[in-house]
């Protein structure tokens, strides 16, 4: 089955008794038994609720995995895998991570005695010289956030099968209709489905997916065990998102592809990050592993100037300021004084995330108004 079909069918039914062509929402905790033992598949909604089992299979197809787990966010489900982990275990990232992923790494697992090394994975060398006899983890992000580096999922994988570690994606930024981290070697996918799989910015949900039977066993008892589940209300809203994710992103690949080019060409923009284009560092890797460069950009100054920066997040009338991503709306964001700024400015400008950096999330709506707005918010 293709991507869009499965995006639509796969993990849904008619529900039986009323013949509701919708998942419904099974807004209960228990489950009624006819004998002691005797039920019908659901005991109590901690450890399944049907409205939330449809959903984990049906992220489970859309990632080419056999298993799902959903989450009450992002950082719930990346959560789940480290607490798979034993004291004086190793973990390798990227040093550009998603700020609250290093948070999670460095103040809750480092006092558990779980040890975190982070460096520029765009270079597998990097990686290879982090390598020891406790490495079980090899964690990669890719396109990263905020400078849209690009990590090679399949030298990940030799690493990691090399010393017996697991592989795990944030596929966050490029959905599985751009990417799927296991057909490339990975052991776990992860996502914040808060971004581009519910893509309506009206939930907050994680997701895990796996075909490993033993990891699939763990994420399962750790998902019951630490009961960091999601409600059924947002695993409806988020079956309801999917079914529209091919749509989405055909259009935020697109609007993407002409906002990085316009940008490029213009008189006040100095560098454009965008995995679309020939000259990004990493190009030939996207490609490679992406069927598409997606809507997320990154752009400097000229003159590098924070106060330029902070007129144009404020002059935008279509683009709206906040955190998060992945939306049908546009959305401006300032790294260095909103999701970067708790690093100091010595650390976060050695990666990049230099005064006038602007990021976008640029959305499904009509880009010649998308790009007017800019055009009004740069001049
Ligand atoms: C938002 C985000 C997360 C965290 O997910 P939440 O749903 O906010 O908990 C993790 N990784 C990436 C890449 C993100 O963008």
Not at 123 to 146: C, F, H, Y
Request: proline share 3%; glycine share 8%.
């Amino acid at each position: 089955m293709k991507f869009g079909t499965k995006a639509i069918h796969a993990g849904v039914h008619p529900d039986e008794s009323t013949g509701a062509i919708m998942t419904p929402i099974y807004q209960t905790s228990t489950y009624v038994q006819d004998g002691v033992g005797n039920h019908k598949g659901y005991e109590y909604s901690r450890t399944l609720n049907p409205t939330r089992h449809a959903l984990e299979k049906n992220i489970a197809a859309i990632e080419n995995g056999k298993y799902g787990a959903c989450f009450g966010s992002g950082l719930a489900a990346i959560d789940c895998i480290i607490k798979m982990l034993n004291p004086g275990d190793e973990v390798i990232s990227t040093n550009d991570l998603y700020g609250g992923t290093y948070r999670l790494f460095r103040t809750i697992f480092e006092k558990y005695g779980i040890k975190f090394h982070f460096t520029a994975m765009q270079d597998a060398s990097a990686v290879s010289d982090l390598v020891n006899e406790n490495t079980k983890l090899i964690w990669v992000e890719t396109p990263t956030n905020p400078m849209m580096n690009i990590i090679d999922i399949k030298a990940m994988s030799a690493i990691a099968k090399s010393c017996g570690a697991w592989l795990c994606v944030d596929n966050t930024f490029a959905t599985p209709y751009l990417q799927n981290p296991l057909d490339l070697g990975a052991d776990i996918v992860m996502h914040s489905v808060t971004k581009y799989l519910g893509g309506h910015s009206d939930v907050v949900m994680g997701a895990l997916v796996t075909s490993d039977d033993a990891i699939a066993a763990e994420m399962y008892r750790i998902q019951n065990s630490s009961g960091a589940v999601t409600a059924p209300m947002d695993s409806f809203l988020v079956l309801r998102g999917i079914k529209t994710l091919h749509l989405r992103m055909q259009r935020h690949c697109e609007n993407g592809e002409k906002i990085a080019h316009f940008l490029k060409g213009h008189a006040k923009v100095d560098k454009v990050y965008w995995p679309g284009f020939e000259d990004h560092p990493n190009h030939n890797v996207a490609k490679d592993q992406m069927r598409g460069f997606g809507g997320m950009i990154s752009f400097t100054l000229k003159g590098n100037k924070i106060e330029d920066a902070h007129e144009i997040v404020k002059k935008v009338e279509l683009f709206a300021l906040a955190e998060s991503l992945g939306g049908v709306e546009s959305l401006i964001g300032h790294p260095a004084t909103m999701t970067h700024a708790s690093i100091p400015k010595e650390e976060r400008e050695k990666s990049g995330v230099v005064d006038s950096l602007i990021r976008l999330s640029v959305g499904v709506e009509d880009v010649e108004d998308l790009i007017a707005d800019l055009e009004q918010a740069l001049s």
